[in-house]
């Protein structure tokens, strides 16, 4: 049964058990939902996946790339410092890809998964997501993907989904608008309820325009909001199955944590046999202790 292991936000918690673990693991993939350094940049933390012998696709964040001035103006909507500040991220995302090794920077791109079968496509959405209704780093985004609006975001994807195979997963950093507005729900903004959901609409439309197209979205994974929110320390929503699709929020931030003494590494396993998909979440410890928690194993129902 292929398998594919899905790590959210990882903020530099990465180690090499992690590298040993994975690499010694019988899952055909590794998918990364971006945020790699703690704080901004990631080349150092790129260099940490280069060391891992499966193949591997990584979409980039809003801390990827990118530096505190940069952020700074990008949160104020401030485009033309954002612009200013953000002059050297072309060359630093040129390092992080080298950084990878054989790891693949993903961002408006398709790719096959053989392993799955001739049939299954990788989508990957907008990278360098922030969420909410703006479209973040757009200088950047235009200089390399001729991408400077949502609408033309929409288009971008709209004509990926079309050159992707009939059953698609989409990897996005932020997940898709519509699946609720409160800070508990999958995607709703926990650090100004006034936002509420806090989804990317160009990736909402393209979830739709695929099942429009007669395609199967399999499964839609992201992170970017923590499923530890910000005031009540309670967790988010992190798993929705809704219309035959498993939408799935894998930031667990910090992904390495302790407790009762132990060091756990946290991380989503996907399972697919024939027509089903089992989603769990996976926690480990270098001790070899492994704790698994199955949260939807039906039929996908593609009617709906």
């Avoid at 053989?114 to 959405?125: K, R």
């Avoid at 509420?196 to 909402?204: A, H, I, K, T, W």
Wanted: proline share 4%.
């Amino acid at each position: 049964m292929p398998k594919i292991a899905v790590i959210g936000d990882v903020h530099s918690f990465w180690t090499d058990f992690d590298i040993q673990y994975f690499n010694n693991s019988d899952y055909e993939y590794l998918l990364f939902t971006g945020d790699l350094p703690r704080f901004f940049g990631g080349i150092s933390d790129a260099k940490k996946l280069a060391r891992l012998s499966k193949p591997v696709f990584v979409i980039p964040g809003n801390h990827d790339g990118s530096n505190l001035k940069q952020f700074m103006a990008e949160l104020k909507n401030k485009p033309m410092l954002s612009h200013l500040f953000g002059r050297g991220q072309d060359k630093m995302m040129k390092s992080y890809d080298d950084a990878l090794g054989m790891a693949t920077l993903s961002g408006y791109s398709t790719h096959p998964l053989p392993e799955f079968g001739p049939d299954v496509s990788l989508i990957a959405a907008r990278p360098h997501s922030m969420g909410g209704d703006r479209l973040y780093f757009q200088s950047y985004l235009k200089r390399q993907f001729q991408v400077s609006t949502i609408e033309e975001s929409i288009m971008r994807l709209k004509k990926i989904v079309d050159e992707s195979a009939q059953n698609i997963i989409f990897l996005a950093h932020n997940g898709p608008r519509g699946l609720g507005d409160k800070a508990s729900d999958i995607w709703g903004c926990d650090f100004n309820t006034a936002y509420g959901d806090f989804g990317d609409e160009d990736l909402r439309v393209a979830v739709e325009y695929a099942k429009g197209q007669g395609k199967r979205v399999l499964a839609v994974i992201a992170g970017h909001m923590h499923q530890r929110l910000k005031k009540t320390k309670q967790r988010r929503q992190w798993f929705i199955f809704k219309n035959g699709i498993s939408y799935i929020n894998a930031a667990h931030v910090p992904r390495i944590f302790n407790h009762n003494e132990k060091k756990w590494h946290h991380h989503i396993s996907l399972q697919f046999e024939k027509e089903q998909l089992q989603v769990s979440e996976v926690l480990v410890t270098p001790q070899g202790e492994v704790r698994t928690q199955i949260m939807e194993r039906s039929e996908l129902d593609y009617s709906t």
